[in-house]
T-cell receptor
């Protein structure tokens, strides 16, 4: 159903490395979101964007940063990964004014060792 | 405060049985409500979506209902299968504002036993 893609699906990296998680959608949605989810737990919003050059921090404090230079692309960057960043990261996009709800990517499972 | 509450938190049923999951919300102004199924380690997959004027929506063995007056929704699963074991998440979208947001329930963890 969804035309929203996340890469990589799995990533294992060492502490202190800089990483960027990619998220792209081809539906022309203005709103995009990043969520963090620990196993068996609820999703927590860490960043969202309601259009190009507009980003906001979400409910859960995060050391990551995001950018929105193009409508279809919403990458998330960790400048210096730590073991506490180990989690699943989910990207979503939506166009509420079209009443279609949100579409999710498959997620990126990040492990920092 | 915009919130989405789901119940039960977890549920175990036997294969072939029916079950109903609940979602209550206070999100306003309301745009739409979606039920998602999330398998472990995967992204949520949409099952149904309903707008303000819709009362019921079916997708195979999944039937969702919406009462916009009482701000309640339910997801009914008929003739459960082992593959139905997953987390079911209710997500409500608000409408119109520049900072339009999604509001998530915590999910109901469903386990289907043979």
């Amino acid at each position: 159903e969804a035309d929203i893609y996340q890469t990589p699906r799995y990533l294992v990296i060492g502490t202190g490395k800089k990483i960027t998680l990619e998220c792209s959608q081809t539906m022309g949605h203005d709103k995009m979101y990043w969520y963090q989810q620990d196993p068996g737990m609820e999703l927590h919003l860490i960043h969202y964007s309601y259009g190009v050059n507009s980003t906001e921090k979400g409910d859960l404090s995060s050391e990551s940063t995001v950018s929105r230079i193009r409508t279809e692309h919403f990458p998330l960057t960790l400048e210096s990964a730590r073991p506490s960043h180990t989690s699943q990261y989910l990207c979503a996009s939506s166009a509420p004014e079209r009443a279609t709800g949100a579409f999710f990517g498959q997620g990126t499972r990040l492990t920092v060792v | 405060k915009n919130q989405v509450e789901q119940s039960p938190q977890s549920l175990i049923i036997l294969e072939g049985k029916n079950c109903t999951l609940q979602c209550n919300y206070t999100v306003s102004p309301f745009s739409n409500l979606r039920w998602y199924k999330q398998d472990t380690g995967r992204g949520p997959v949409s099952l149904t979506i309903m707008t303000f004027s819709e009362n019921t929506k079916s997708n195979g063995r999944y039937t969702a209902t919406l009462d916009a007056d009482t701000k309640q929704s339910s997801l009914h699963i008929t003739a459960s299968q082992l593959s139905d074991s997953a987390s079911y998440i209710c997500v409500v979208s608000d409408r119109g504002s520049t900072l339009g947001r999604l509001y998530f329930g915590r999910g109901t963890q469903l386990t289907v036993w043979p």
